[in-house]
């Protein structure tokens, strides 16, 4: 068998994340509410998730940026409204940003099962994973992921077709035999199809808009979408099997 250069994407592919934001974006919501009583839930969550995702071509995937985006639309609603800014209520909000770091990990079912199966079968496992570096380094300890990666990790604040391009060259893979695994079509599929290398995308149960994009990229690499993380191996297995032929 062929050995393979296998990517991993992490939040959302080898452990869940999206659904902790949105029990903290329904707690915010929550206290907003009872703050503004006429601004209705949907108001919100959607003028947070603005700022968020504006946020991120200036800050990238930084820790910081999340809690930022409550701060940021109090004080829109505050204006809007004309209710005072009290900082006993900013620094709450701050704080309660900042707590959907402090949960612990949650691996995705069948996660240490799956990456085993690749490691015994010869193939080389890289970790590429988007947010601030003392964030990701928490859960990959957590979740005991050098196991499987050793120093083969590699932590993007900006998750583009640039990142994936440098962690490429830097590992000089062959992009025949090279695959990202992930639930983002936008930081984890997108690049991958623009470096022709081959992409297996895993739907996230609860994904963040950000993640959405349509694919539209000329390639001649594989392109796959899978339901579940234990189907990967086999999918591999498949197209090695396909190549040999």
């Known amino acids: 068998m062929k050995k393979q250069n296998i990517l991993f994407n992490l939040d959302d592919t080898l452990a869940y994340c999206n659904k902790y934001f949105s029990l903290v974006i329904d707690e915010f919501a929550d206290h907003m509410m009872e703050w503004f009583d006429s601004i209705k839930e949907e108001e919100i969550k959607q003028k947070q998730l603005q ?16 809690p930022e985006s409550f701060v940021g639309t109090y004080k829109y609603f505050c204006d809007l409204t004309g209710r005072e800014k009290k900082k006993k209520e900013i620094q709450y909000l701050r704080e309660l940003g900042y707590k959907v770091f402090e949960i612990p990990v949650e691996p995705i079912p069948k996660m240490n099962e799956t990456l085993l199966r690749l490691k015994e079968d ?26 499987f990666f050793e120093h083969r990790i590699f932590i993007s604040e900006h998750k583009d077709t640039t990142a994936l391009s440098n ?3 830097t590992i000089k893979a062959d992009p025949h ?9 936008r930081t984890d599929i997108v690049p991958a199809l623009e470096m022709d290398i081959h992409a297996i995308y895993i739907p ?3 994904e963040w808009t950000y993640n959405m994009v349509d694919v539209n990229v000329e390639h001649s690499s594989t392109f796959i979408t899978v339901n579940s993380l234990y189907e990967v191996p086999d999918v591999i297995d498949k197209s090695i099997q396909e190549q040999m032929m």
Do not use: C
């Open 177 to 185: 035999v090279t695959w990202m695994v992930g639930n983002s079509l």
């Open 204 to 206: 996230a149960e609860n």
């Open 122 to 147: 010869g193939h080389e496992l890289y970790l590429h994973t988007g947010g601030d570096e003392a964030n990701q380094r928490r859960k990959i300890t957590q979740l005991e992921l050098t196991t």
């Open 51 to 66: 700022l968020d995702v504006a946020a991120i071509s200036e800050y990238g995937l930084k820790s910081d940026r999340f």
């Open 167 to 169: 962690i490429l060259k």
